[in-house]
């Protein structure tokens, strides 16, 4: 039997990824706490995280432990509200990147958010993040880029996304109908962060293509993006979803791979009430868009 505290310490531990942070949320000790998680590991038998480098992580068995722990103490609360207030309403968790938000959900966002049986939270994660979120319960459903079926997931397409290369107007490059790495020779670029996905996209794309170009910025985010490429401090190449802010135009670039944003949600999580009805919008918001 696996004991409700045991279950709240872990899934505390899995937010935080740290004793330390995760002791002082729930007011315990951290010997108290690793004690709770070290009793969950002997219960279920297998070790629930292990540690890169100075990090802790989840392992497999951790992030199941970690959704199971989340979905328990949350029908725990469904039932008490249930029982107190003759009603309960449960809370559905969406996770996904800013630019998802702004320029891929905002209709099913929209209705869900006018649902009064389902109250909505968002979480802004880059797909990494995403994908954590949703593998150890933080999220009920993710959406992100995807090109392969991670295990454990239900995984629905919604929309095929390309890439466009983004200037102001009067750049030379804007009367072009469709422009290719070679013209980006010599040019300054916003881009994101090394490591991010797109940035390591771009990267590779580039040196493939023997084109030399040089960092004008590095941001995280289209809407932060697009605003330096209005100010002039270089090109951006972005997922051609983006909605354009005046003074910018954007053409379609060639030899970029697009992206199939998926959404996904753990296959062995009941597709029930809230959740069900934030996931049909989803897919009929979604589902068939091609840019």
């Not at 000790?29 to 990090?55: I, N, T």
């Not at 200037?167 to 804007?174: I, V, W």
């Not at 209005?230 to 997922?239: F, K």
């Not at 069900?276 to 919008?281: D, Q």
């Given at each position: ?110 209705r869900s958010v006018r649902d009064a049986r389902t109250p909505l939270e968002l979480l802004v994660r880059d797909a990494a ?163």
């Amino acid at each position: 039997m696996l004991e409700t505290s045991w279950l709240r310490a872990f899934a505390a531990f899995a937010d935080h990824k740290s004793f330390t942070h995760a002791a002082r949320a729930l007011a315990l000790s951290q010997p108290a706490l690793h004690a709770q998680v070290h009793k969950l590991a002997e219960a279920v038998g297998a070790p629930l995280y292990r540690r890169v480098g100075r990090a802790l992580v989840l392992t497999d068995e951790g992030e199941r432990v970690a959704a199971f722990a989340r979905r328990s103490l949350a029908q725990q609360a469904e039932l008490v509200e249930g029982l107190r207030a003759g009603r309960s309403r449960s809370r559905v968790v969406l996770a996904a990147g800013e630019g998802a938000y702004l320029y891929l959900l905002g209709e099913a966002v929209q209705r869900s958010v006018r649902d009064a049986r389902t109250p909505l939270e968002l979480l802004v994660r880059d797909a990494a993040g995403t994908l954590s979120a949703v593998r150890t319960g933080e999220a009920h459903i993710g959406v992100l880029p995807l090109e392969t079926r991670p295990p454990r997931l239900v995984v629905e397409p919604l929309a095929r996304v390309g890439q466009m290369l983004v200037m102001p107007e009067a750049h030379p490059l804007a009367g072009k109908e469709r422009v290719s790495l070679r013209d980006l020779e010599g040019a300054s670029l916003v881009v994101p962060p090394g490591g991010q996905s797109q940035r390591v996209m771009l990267d590779e794309a580039l040196r493939a293509a023997r084109v030399t170009w040089e960092v004008a910025v590095e941001v995280r985010g289209w809407p932060l993006t697009l605003q330096f490429a209005r100010l002039g401090a270089g090109l951006a190449i972005v997922n051609d979803f983006c909605r354009l802010p005046p003074g910018l135009v954007g053409r379609p670039m060639a030899g970029l791979p697009k992206h199939t944003y998926c959404a996904v949600r753990l296959s062995d999580a009941p597709l029930e009430g809230g959740v069900e009805r934030v996931w049909k919008r989803l897919l009929t918001g979604g589902r068939g868009q091609t840019r």
